[in-house]
């Protein structure tokens, strides 16, 4: 008798990078600024499990799965470093927009609920030499999400105000 070998859910491994827009205004006595993404938003190991399932990253660093449970693997919040002038001037962080599209191939997955600093906050505004922002979201995982690596990036603006 032939031994029934064990089944497996397909995972899906999502890492979304951060891609940073500087607009850096004329204002007098501006210095250069920057921004530099350290951590990628990563949703880590997700198992569609027949229905509509969104997975959640905070700002925070929390991670939820509401209707399926979680394959494991490692996730993180995302977080980018701004360097401002000296003296501090007010900097505007915001993301270039709402949705984020994740692909492994032909497939696709939406981020969405994108957040920084706390969760519900699409912008921030900082007036410090240095700021921490961290960033979360929301992966909208498909009841029968094909298996693979999704990738994607995401487009941060830090504007002189």
């Known amino acids: 008798m032939r031994k029934k070998e064990p089944s497996y859910p397909s995972k899906a491994l ?3 990078s951060a891609v940073v827009a500087l607009n850096v ?3 007098p006595k501006a210095r250069a600024q920057s921004v ?4 990628d938003l990563v949703f880590g190991s997700v198992i569609a499990c027949g229905v509509a ?3 959640t990253v905070t700002p925070s660093g ?3 799965s509401p209707n399926c449970t979680r394959g494991g693997g ?4 995302g977080r980018c470093l701004v360097f401002g002038t000296f003296p501090p001037q007010a900097i505007n962080i915001s993301f270039s927009t709402a949705v984020v599209t994740l692909t492994q191939g032909a497939n696709t997955m939406k981020v969405t609920g994108l957040n920084m600093v ?3 906050k699409t912008a921030t505004t900082v007036t410090a030499f240095t700021a921490d922002i961290p960033y979360g979201g929301t992966l909208n995982v498909g009841g029968a999400q094909a298996a693979g690596v999704y990738q994607g990036s995401i487009k941060i603006n830090a504007n002189y105000m």
Do not use: D, K
Request: charged letters at 5%; proline letters at 9%.
């Open 118 to 120: 706390a969760t519900g």
């Open 62 to 64: 929390a991670i939820s």
């Open 14 to 16: 999502v890492t979304l």
């Open 25 to 27: 205004s004329t204002m």
């Open 74 to 77: 490692p996730y993180s919040r």
């Open 36 to 39: 530099s993404c350290v951590q």
């Open 53 to 55: 399932n969104p997975v």
